[in-house]
């Protein structure tokens, strides 16, 4: 069966057995959107479907549209009153910032700032007349790099 996000209208495949009767939470994997799901019946049931022919036979159209318009106000009144107990996944709201996440932004902001003094390091020449005291800020930062590094070795001993 195909379910549409109603927020971001993205359409996902999902196996029928997975959706009970009474429905169930659902949740998005593109917009992480939370709504309650729930099967939609056939108007056109057999249950209901001699009961169209015989009012379509019998001219009197009007009457069916009528209380099919009935049929499903009153099922989404009973849908929206019922929403909140027919829930299997209750879903939380996870805040978006981890540990996990954490250590992966410092891991890139490293890489970032070490791609950047290569980046610098390797047109030291042309960026020297942009930036004309590149030279020194880059020896100040090797050498700064030289005493972190032998503090470092100093406090394993």
Do not use: H
Not at 36 to 60: A, C, H, M, R, W
Not at 73 to 91: F, G, I, Q, T
Not at 101 to 125: E, H, K
């Amino acid at each position: 069966m195909i379910i549409t996000c109603p927020s971001c209208k993205k359409k996902f495949e999902i196996d029928g057995n997975l959706i009970p009767k009474e429905g169930r939470n659902l949740q998005c994997g593109s917009c992480s959107n939370v709504w309650f799901y729930k099967l939609k019946q056939d108007i056109l049931s057999p249950k209901n479907e001699d009961t169209i022919k015989e009012v379509i036979n019998n001219g009197d159209s009007s009457e069916i549209k009528n209380d099919i318009k009935k049929e499903i106000r009153v099922n989404k009144k009973k849908n929206s009153e019922n929403r909140k107990d027919k829930a299997l996944v209750k879903y939380e709201k996870k805040t978006k910032l981890s540990l996990s996440n954490l250590v992966g932004y410092f891991i890139v902001l490293i890489l970032s700032f070490v791609a950047l003094i290569i980046f610098l390091d390797t047109f030291q020449a042309l960026l020297s007349t942009v930036f004309p005291n590149l030279e020194l800020i880059l020896f100040n930062f090797y050498e700064t790099l030289i005493d972190i590094y032998l503090f470092t070795k100093d406090l394993l001993k």
